[in-house]
C-alpha cells in the first residue's frame, strides 16, 4: 500500500536531549512537509523539502532541523534549543507534478512528542 | 499575506442534522487553491477536497457539499444528515500559483455529532 508513515505514534524524551521523529514515504512524492500541531493553533509549517539535498525554513523553524538525502525519508530533528516542543507532529508529501498546480498534501499518521 | 480563518471553534450537533462549517480565506493572488481535509481522533489528516479559484461550482459529494463564493472568500462545507462517524477537527487550507508549494491553514473546527 502506498502511503507516508511516521514512527513512532508516541515518543518520550527527557528535556534536554535531542531527538529524531522519522516520516517514510513511498508514493514518489518530490515535496515532503514537517508541520507542529499544538491544541487550538492548527497546523504550523516546520520545514519543506522540495527536491533532495535541499530544503526550506518554514515559519517556525528554530530549535529543529532536517535532512533529505533520499526522495522517501524526511526526518526531523527536535534540538535542545526547541523551548517547548511537546507537539503534535505531522508529516506530509505531496506530487510536483504540474508545479505549483496545488496539489494536495497527504499526511502520515502523526508522532506525539512529550518531553518530560 | 494570505490568511484563512474559522471562526467556529466548536460546533456541537445531535445526529442526523444538518451542519455547515464556516471558512473565509484572504488572498491577492487572482489564481488559488482552496482545500478541506478533516482530522479524525486518530491523528491523521485525511484529504477532502481541493477546488481552484476558477471553478466557482459547488460540490457535493454524498453527505458533504461544498459552497464557494468568491464574492464573499468563502468556502463552507456542509455535512447534511450527520453521522456519529463525521465527529472530528475539519481544517480549510489555501494555497497560492506561482509561489512556493506552501498550504496555509485555518485554526480547525472540532465537530461533535452527539448520538
Known sequence: ?116 | AQKVTQAQTEISVVEKEDVTLDCVYETRDTTYYLFWYKQPPSGELVFLIRRNSFDEQNEISGRYSWNFQKSTSSFNFTITASQVVDSAVYFCALSVHLRDDKIIFGKGTRLHILP
Not at chain 1, 535531542?18 to 512524492?29: A, F, M, P, R
Open chain 1, 1 to 116: 500500500d502506498g502511503g507516508i508513515t511516521q514512527s513512532p505514534k508516541y515518543l518520550f524524551r527527557k528535556e534536554g536531549q535531542n531527538v529524531t521523529l522519522s516520516c517514510e514515504q513511498n508514493l514518489n512524492h518530490d515535496a515532503m512537509y514537517w508541520y507542529r500541531q499544538d491544541p487550538g493553533q492548527g497546523l504550523r509549517l516546520i520545514y519543506y523539502s522540495q527536491i533532495v539535498n535541499d530544503f526550506q525554513k518554514g515559519d517556525i523553524a528554530e530549535g529543529y532541523s532536517v535532512s533529505r538525502e533520499k526522495k522517501e525519508s524526511f526526518p526531523l530533528t527536535v534540538t535542545s534549543a526547541q523551548k517547548n516542543p511537546t507537539a503534535f507532529y505531522l508529516c506530509a508529501s505531496s506530487d510536483l507534478t504540474g508545479f505549483r498546480q496545488g496539489n494536495e498534501q497527504f499526511f502520515g499518521p502523526g508522532t506525539r512528542l512529550t518531553v518530560l
